[in-house]
């Protein structure tokens, strides 16, 4: 086992860090409206052949693996980049090349990696519990082609994406489908998410739409695994500068006339939100490793964001905690970390029901095999 | 040792909920039940129904319209007002400032403000943080110099809670710059938020929303007949006022409604028909935040009272040091049954994520502020190791 | 509602004090051997009346209350008292008061007050899940008369009892049966407990029974209310001493050339455990206010019982690592006390088994009413 | 980045399953993995046998018995070795004494001890902690004045752990009381316990056990030879020796072992027949334990061999920190899997309590020690807080 970088992914981590740092100091004017993240950005990011970083060459990727990807989403955590890349080419992007025809991918993915085309999956429905299953919308089958009825919601990016990967029911089954994002029979409702983003209502009536191939609820947990392994990146990353800001805070802001990393009480706490980080970090690199040599993995992207879970709230809370008063301003960055770690890490179930996850036949498993 | 409540505050309890759940507005007990941000105007009107029923101001002298309650009675009072849904009368005015000047004013302060602070046709704001003090509140830079009648302010403060809708503001301001212990030498001063001078500028949170301002003060004038009580004394008075706060700090009534709202939440069926709170890791939660409540409300029962001679009892730390952690732990666990409809926080009423579970996440980021504000989490930590420990 | 003792009551506080005190320094040689308490403490307390308190007086008993009941228990757990006034008087006592017939509360429980004998419940059996039903003991109606077969373990006091409350099996009912402990067909074997004390395997092969009145499982889940009640307030005094002796220690060991109470970290720690106390001690004795007035209510002693094992845990893990070194001898008394805790919290369900009886049906009930 | 093992190392590991699970006496690595006591000789026999297959001191100079092993080598012995049930060779001889003699000894000294540390025919002790100094060690008192060829030493060390068993002790004693800084003046000496004027006490445990004692020193008179390195640079030695005790700090194998027995237990039929493991509450428990180790020793593979120059790597301090808790959180569920049946602590084979469950609270309450002893939680917290993150 090797946790470190090679040079060439050294390298990609200091031109995403570059690119995207170049706009950081935008995020506020970016994300005050739609789409709320940089068109001009994307277009960099596009250049610089992320948009397709894991994809074939045969449709103009770059064939990395999770490794890569976990690094560029460790960098738009750490910033807090808003454009959607995890979304989009981890999301969308993987999820029709790993279960579209070639047909789709030919179509779909030069499109995504050129980022003139912006897909996102629609899974998301209002009280549903986590999991592949869909419940809101339903396919029809007529003419030899498909429609969906029915509502998704909330979408994240539905309202600037222009295509959909749309789950449905399809008899007891759920199946994927692609859906043209204007077509007729869909319409869309965008607010914001209270992490500085967007989401959307999305209506699908009598909206055209065609298979994934014949992708149904594998397809989706396996793309729920590699979208769960690159938010643990990202989590990862917003949790290293909330540590490092905290840090930073304790060593100058003064109090009683002294500055407050005099007082024990308090940088023992920065000492355990540290020691949570970096066991956090093993195992988001962990996961990202086990995911880029033996592929998705359900029960690792559970043990990932079970452990990313709790420590998102310790470190989150912490760091708002120990900057007092600023720390519950919009001015300050620190919150806006612990809006999206808090979101983050509700969006593909929460921790707990991710221990439970672990917990289910947890009876009948031995010791951890780390090493083998 | 006794359980059962006496005939007389049994039959208190039953005048008080009978008055809460029938003379406050539905619609406002209603928005309060579901998380919702009150307006100005119904802030008002509750409190002016609280104030003709006799019920805004408890804890005042009997001649300003107070009750004369055992501590009992006003927990009594607080708990069936805020399970009800009914906002508690502004903190600045009938808890802070009301009996500062109730015990420390003038006469004339008394006439002049007393009745209209009960009623709220003054809203009160509070002048005391600082930028550079943070929880260090003696440190205070804000000066007033005398001027013939008037003190003259210029300085900074912060955190001023509802401030944008404040008419009036109590402050402390360094009046002898030259004490020698930064206790001393400060006063409290009453003035008006339109006097010239005064700017605000309301701090955006990180739920997007704003109830906390700076304050600026660039030569304002303010007559001397508004400095309460003796010059130099305003520490003692604030020392009051914060014991004073600490009546309810805990604020047990109002998490234990918002426990009960979310475990409501947790009860609807999901779209598989499933229950959250049919989960045990789930329902433990819940019952676990419920005992812990039970057991803190027990706490402020048992030590109310005990705050004499306007000093707080530090047993008041424990409440708010444990009451600020539970209503934070019940907003986490609202967030968790919310689940992934906390993208929603935007969404209007056509969605179908209901706005309990969209609000879920901003309300639990706007909570991190119960354990800072009114003497962080630390303070309450180091005011009972020190005073109550002797450590 | 009021918290506070009348002068009957603190005066029984001061005289328990007095009487427990005077022996308190002989514990590690009383504890080292059987039966691990004070027969001369033991004649005293009967001396005082305290082993008939909450009897009627036609019993010789005092006729008084859990709250009485539980300021000697609080006693008891401030200087770890090992007498067994708990499992004798509130155990088996109390539950004879109940539900023995006439006869035998007339034969039993003047014995128990004038402390010549010794009765207690004997109905655990090992890897029995927590609860009143009996699985290991089984009667045996004949001639008449019962007997008895099974195995009782670990029986707290059972080596030295000389009157047994069993539980065991009639048919699918759990029934109560009074047994001469010294009779034939009780064999018994002691052995140490981890909180200094002895209890017994008790096997009983064909041993005489007779039925304790018509008691069952209704009449054992009130003695269980009884008994954790009293262990609540045991288990209070004894965190109470524990944060004491931590603060005590902070105060006056020295590490580095200064006191350990000039360290944040740690004060905070001892403010954190204070805390708790504090809360502990609100529900232990609300706990015991509701039993003397509204007689038992199992889910009063849940949520008594769930609160204590947090607070339990808390307070003696904290109490030892504050200690240091010293903290896990056996030279001092912190070591002790949280053995004892650490042994009362599982001793009539766990934390967790407690934390599930007040989450079992929490969907149906509104808010607590605390005052009525 | 690579996650699988090199064909190398896969190798290694398979070499070292067989060897542990077939060479060491079965008897020894069952009572390991019942959490029960090991007899000394047991202790002997186990090292001699890993010694004889040339596992016993992998971390040492190759030409003492060193294997030369990478970082994630000595992580695979150690942790197959743990997950066996295998006792680690003694940490006193393999991690402590034996690489700083064979680092700073003399040839003669290196020649006189090592085979015999490697091989446990000398069993050493620590003498570093005094009862006033606590986790100050560098205040220790224990003086060792020169007298012609010997060094006479007075004092008193304490928390000695198996120095009932001990024949010869390293130990750190003041050669120089007037050096400017406590940590300057002290020396690094080795003598047998058998020397006149060493009196060993050992200290009983909250648990009933003896592991650690007090061990005085009344004029011990110790050959000058037995002094390593250069006098007065013991503070160096023992900064080196603690350095490496932090090899496999985190005891992430046999803490994975106690938690896979403790769910072998929760795992059987209680009375009536249900498993406490299919609570859903407690297989949450081993949920979290299990991926929290996973983390832990993740995170120890990680940072393994960036300890150099005999520095330990701050890090590692997360591995104690983090380590202890979990072992401490593995035996807290173990005493509640036992429940009721705590109390069988002193059953014996007769009893149908079985022995796990009445061995759990005295294994809970010795554990305690475990955040306490070679440097407690706060120390490592004060060590990551001031040498990682310089606050």
Known sequence: MDFTYDKEQTALRDAVRGILGESAGNREKITSSEPGWDREVWGGLAEMGLLGLPFDETYDGAGATATEVGIVAQEIGRILAPEPFIDVVVGAGELIADAGTDEQKQDLLPKIASGELIAVIAHNEARAPHGTVAYGVTATSADGGWTLDGVKEPVRHGGVADVLIVSAKDGDATRLFVVDATADGVTRTTYATPDDGYAARIVFAGAAATPLGDAGEAALAAAFTRLQTAYGAEALGAMEVSVETTVGYLKTRKQFGVTLSKFQALTFRAADMYTSLELARSISLWATMALAENGPDALVASRLQAEIGRTARHISQESIQLHGGIGVTAEYSIGHYAARLTVLERTLGTEAYHVAQVADGIADRGIVELLH | ?391
Chains 1, 3 share one sequence.
Not at chain 2, 17 to 25: D, G, L, Q, S
Request: proline share 5%; glycine share 10%.
């Open chain 2, 1 to 391: 040792m006794r359980l059962a409540l006496s005939a007389e505050d049994a039959q208190l309890q039953q005048e008080l909920r009978e008055f809460f759940t029938t003379k406050v507005p539905q619609e406002i007990r209603d928005t309060v039940r579901s998380g919702g941000e009150l307006t100005k105007e119904q802030i008002i009107e509750a409190q002016r129904v609280l104030n003709a029923g006799g019920y805004a101001v408890p804890n005042w002298p009997v001649e300003w319209g107070g009750k004369g309650w055992t501590p009992q009675q006003r927990h009594i009072w607080l708990d069936e007002m805020q399970t009800a849904g009914v906002p508690a009368p502004l903190a600045f005015n009938a808890s802070m400032v009301g009996p500062v000047i109730a015990t420390f004013g003038s006469q004339e302060q008394k006439e002049r403000f007393l009745p209209a602070t009960a009623n709220l046709d003054i809203w009160w704001c509070q002048g005391f943080s600082e930028p550079d003090a943070g929880s260090d509140l003696a440190s205070l830079r804000t000066t007033a110099v005398r001027d013939g009648d008037e003190w003259v302010v210029n300085g900074q403060k912060t955190w001023t809670t509802l401030g944008q809708y404040a008419d009036w503001i109590f402050c402390l301001v360094r009046t002898n710059p030259d004490a020698p212990k930064k206790q001393q030498g400060i006063s409290f001063l009453l003035f008006e938020m339109t006097t010239p001078g005064v700017t605000v500028r309301p701090i955006k949170l990180i739920d997007g929303g704003y109830e906390v301002n700076e304050v600026f003060f660039d030569n304002v004038r303010v007559p001397a007949d508004q400095l309460v009580g003796e010059e130099n004394r305003g520490w003692d008075y604030a020392k009051f006022l914060l014991g004073n706060e600490r009546d309810g700090i805990g604020a047990t009534g109002s998490t234990k409604l918002r426990l009960q709202v979310v475990k409501e939440h947790a009860s609807l069926p999901l779209a598989d028909g499933s229950r959250l709170i049919d989960d045990p890791a789930i329902a433990a939660r819940f019952a676990s935040l419920e005992n812990q409540l039970l057991a803190l409300e027990l706490t402020a029962l048992r030590v109310a009272g005990s705050s004499k001679d306007g000093k707080p009892d530090p047993v008041s730390s424990i409440l708010k040091l444990r009451g600020s952690v539970l209503i934070q732990e019940v907003s986490e666990l609202a967030v968790d049954v919310a689940g992934g409809d906390v993208l929603a926080g935007g969404a209007g009423d056509d969605s179908d994520v209901p706005s309990w579970a969209g609000d879920s996440v901003p309300t639990y980021l706007n909570l991190r502020k119960v354990s800072i504000f009114g003497g962080s989490n630390e303070i309450q930590r180091t005011i009972i190791a020190g005073t109550i420990l002797g450590l």
